[in-house]
Each structure stands twice: as structure tokens, then as C-alpha cells.
């Protein structure tokens, strides 16, 4: 297995229009275009004539046309020369999928399965896109520890002064490295705290797993009353993904999912969306901020001092190594 074996979520959906869209995962380029049926396809942004970007080109008749002397590729690649008959010519192609609301891509061989969905009895808030500039490693250490919170979240962590009481669970297998933290939580405005009814003493639960194929957290948020131990109905659950760009940064994509059980009441989903979509977006750009600080960013574990909270990180780099880079040990 390599990087491109596992299925990457690598654009919204509503961002691949009539344009063909470049992005670049692991250091490689890649054009994404609709053909004739508004079919996503994604072929090598390098046309095979004379290396063209071919992301420079049109779609004309669901045909990616290059933009220096006119070659068209449909979704498999196969090309056609205006000035030539017969010109066997072909791109690379990928295999690409609409899932989710974003577009997927992976090589055309691999049999990698593609990371389906638990969100029976969830509603969509919102998908985003962010890049930071850090190593795939270190930017997964942020998103797998809940010791940044009190000092860079500004809602959805835990309190400053309670740190201390917050249990951190590891659960750890070949395949995934899951971390359940509970306690009490950053202090929420009033309103926020009505709207979602919840109790100022209720814990924060931070329930997630890690997987390797492709690299992706999924987020199990809730809460529990003090006393009784009783979970909240409301849920938040956050599909995050790591997409290397290069050995120097990352493309994130988060899909934030919700369970709410006033959701068809008072309208109030027209009031939470919004709110979500704002929250998860302002802790992100928060995490990017202080991710891009770090002074050596050199992902070697070697010399950090780490603490209870940060158990994740070993297992988390041997799973890239093994699963997602298909290194044997
Ligand atoms: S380089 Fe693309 S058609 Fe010539
Ligand atoms: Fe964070």
C-alpha cells in the first residue's frame, strides 16, 4: 500500500463545477473534472503529450482538453489528437467516487475499502476545508490530544483548572488507536449551554478513533450529567481527515455531523447550523494557528517529554508508517 492506494476525500462536492480543479495530495497533482454525465473523474494534471498542465485546459463536450495543442481525455483518460488520427495517446487515471458531499479519489488498482459513515440519526451541519502548514504527524498529534484545549479552544474542551480530573482511556489495536476523555468541560456562554440543554457541571465526553486507511479521526462528542452519568442527547460527531500535501503540510477536511433532539422544533435548526458550522470552523482555525507556531517541526517523538495525554502519538506514527504508507517493519 502507498499513499494513493487509500480512498481521499480531496474536494467538496459543490466545489468541482464546470471548471476542471487542481489539487495536490502527497506532493502529486491532480486535475478533477465533470465529463458529459457530470460524472467527477480525476486523471494526473500532466498531460501525456508534452506535459501541459492539464488543469489549465477546459471541459468541452465532457472531454478534458488541454490547453497547448488541444488533446481531449475522457474519465478513463483515453485521449484523442485533434491533428492526428489514430494517436494513441493516454493520462493517468484515478479511480473517483461522490460520496458524502465531497469528492474521493484513489489509485486506479488498489482495493482499498472506502471508510464508510456511522451516522444513523445524524444531520449534516457542514463540510470544510483547511490547510496547515505542518507535518502529517504533528498536525495529527494536536487533533488526538485534549491537553491544548483549555489554553487554544475556545468551546468544545475542558477547564483550565480541572484538567487534572479529566480520565483519558487509550484503547489501542493493530488497526486503529481510539482515546475516550471525559471531564469537566471549558465554560460554555449561557445561551449556547440552553440551546443545547446542558448543565453547567455536566462532563465533556471526547470520544475518538483514529484510523489509518486513509488517515482520519472520528470524533464522538457529548456530554454526561455529573450525578447520574446519564449522556446528553445531543451529539456531535465529526469526521476528520488528513490529507498530506507534501512532507510539510496538511489539506484537512471535517464533516460535522449532529444529534439534536429539538431539531424540527422552533426552527431551531436553522439556529444550530450556523452555530456548529461557526464552532467547528473557529477550533480548527484556532488548532491551524498554534499548529504553525511550533518552532521544530520535525515529527520525531525522540526528545519530546510527553505526558499522559499524549498517548496517541507513538501508535499513531507506527499505523502511518505500517497501514497508510505501507511500510513493513
Ligand atoms: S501538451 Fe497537451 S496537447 Fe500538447
Ligand atoms: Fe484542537
Known amino acids: 500500500m502507498s499513499v494513493f492506494d487509500h480512498w481521499h476525500p480531496v474536494l467538496k462536492s459543490n466545489e468541482l463545477k464546470s471548471k476542471p480543479k487542481a489539487i495536490i495530495l502527497n506532493g502529486k497533482q491532480v486535475v478533477l473534472f465533470r465529463d458529459k454525465e457530470g460524472l467527477a473523474s480525476a486523471l494526473e494534471d500532466i498531460c501525456p503529450h508534452r506535459r501541459m498542465a492539464l488543469s489549465l485546459g477546459s471541459v468541452k463536450n465532457g472531454r478534458l482538453t488541454c490547453i497547448y495543442h488541444g488533446m481531449s481525455f475522457d474519465r478513463n483518460g483515453k485521449g484523442e ?5 489514430d494517436c494513441k495517446i493516454s493520462a493517468a487515471k484515478f479511480e473517483c467516487l461522490e460520496f458524502y458531499g465531497a469528492i474521493w479519489i484513489k489509485s486506479a488498482n488498489s482495493s482499498a475499502p472506502f471508510p464508510y459513515f456511522d451516522i444513523e440519526g445524524f444531520g449534516l451541519m457542514d463540510i470544510s476545508r483547511y490547510s496547515i502548514s505542518a507535518p502529517l504527524e504533528l498536525v495529527l498529534d494536536n487533533f488526538t490530544e485534549v491537553e491544548h484545549t483549555p489554553s487554544v479552544h475556545a468551546f468544545l474542551g475542558y477547564d483550565n483548572k480541572k484538567m487534572k480530573e479529566v480520565v ?4 489501542i489495536d493493530d488497526l486503529k488507536v481510539r482515546i475516550k476523555n471525559t471531564g469537566p468541560q471549558k465554560k460554555l456562554p449561557p445561551l449556547f ?3 443545547l440543554g446542558l448543565d453547567k457541571k455536566d462532563l465533556f465526553v471526547d470520544d475518538w478513533t483514529t484510523y489509518f486507511s486513509p488517515v ?3 470524533y464522538d462528542q457529548y456530554w454526561v450529567d455529573a450525578k447520574t452519568n446519564e449522556p446528553s442527547d ?8 488528513f490529507n ?3 512532507d510539510t ?4 477536511i471535517t464533516f460535522t455531523y449532529m444529534k439534536y433532539p429539538l431539531f424540527s422544533h422552533f426552527g431551531l435548526n436553522l439556529l444550530i447550523k450556523p452555530a456548529i458550522k461557526q464552532i467547528v470552523n ?4 484556532r488548532d491551524k494557528k498554534i499548529l504553525e507556531k511550533i518552532l521544530d517541526k520535525n515529527p520525531n517523538i525522540a526528545g519530546m517529554k510527553l505526558t499522559r495525554f499524549d498517548r496517541s502519538l507513538g501508535p499513531n506514527r507506527k499505523r502511518i508508517d505500517r497501514i497508510y504508507k505501507g511500510n513493513i517493519a
Do not use: A, H, K, N
Not at 489528437?81 to 488520427?85: D, I, K, V
Not at 445531543?234 to 481527515?241: D, M, N, P, S, W
Open 216 to 218: 482520519y479521526t472520528v
Open 234 to 241: 445531543t451529539r456531535l460527531r465529526i469526521y476528520l481527515f
Open 249 to 252: 503540510s496538511v489539506g484537512l
Open 244 to 246: 498530506p500535501i507534501s
Open 81 to 85: 489528437s485533434p491533428g492526428t488520427e
Open 282 to 285: 473557529l477550533e480548527v482555525l
Open 193 to 195: 449551554r440552553y440551546i
Open 168 to 171: 483519558v482511556e487509550p484503547e
